[in-house]
């Protein structure tokens, strides 16, 4: 019998922290700048967290915390049109 938890995946995006904030108020997750690639191996259940080693982008302060956790639903969200 197959056992679902075990095809769960988790995943490390290393984002500034800014940035992890601007997703939380969107509601969203970008990794690589905005490319779909790594957002498109995420799959339903997969588990997230995010590594932020600065505050903001790309001169920010260091920050080197873990800082977010996100778990991707079951229906992938519909791309935003400035998506690459």
């Given at each position: 019998m197959r056992n679902p938890a075990?095809?769960?995946?988790y995943w490390i995006g290393?984002?500034?922290r800014e940035h992890v904030l601007i997703g939380v108020k969107g509601g969203f997750v970008q990794l690589n700048h905005g490319k779909r690639t790594p957002v498109q191996k995420?799959?339903?259940g997969d588990g997230l967290v995010m590594y932020s080693p600065r505050l903001a982008y790309p001169d920010?302060?260091?920050?080197?915390s873990l800082f977010g956790r996100a778990k991707r639903g079951a229906k992938p969200s519909p791309p935003r049109q400035d998506q690459r």
């Amino acid at each position: 019998m197959r056992n679902p938890a075990r095809e769960r995946n988790y995943w490390i995006g290393v984002v500034s922290r800014e940035h992890v904030l601007i997703g939380v108020k969107g509601g969203f997750v970008q990794l690589n700048h905005g490319k779909r690639t790594p957002v498109q191996k995420l799959k339903g259940g997969d588990g997230l967290v995010m590594y932020s080693p600065r505050l903001a982008y790309p001169d920010g302060e260091p920050y080197q915390s873990l800082f977010g956790r996100a778990k991707r639903g079951a229906k992938p969200s519909p791309p935003r049109q400035d998506q690459r």
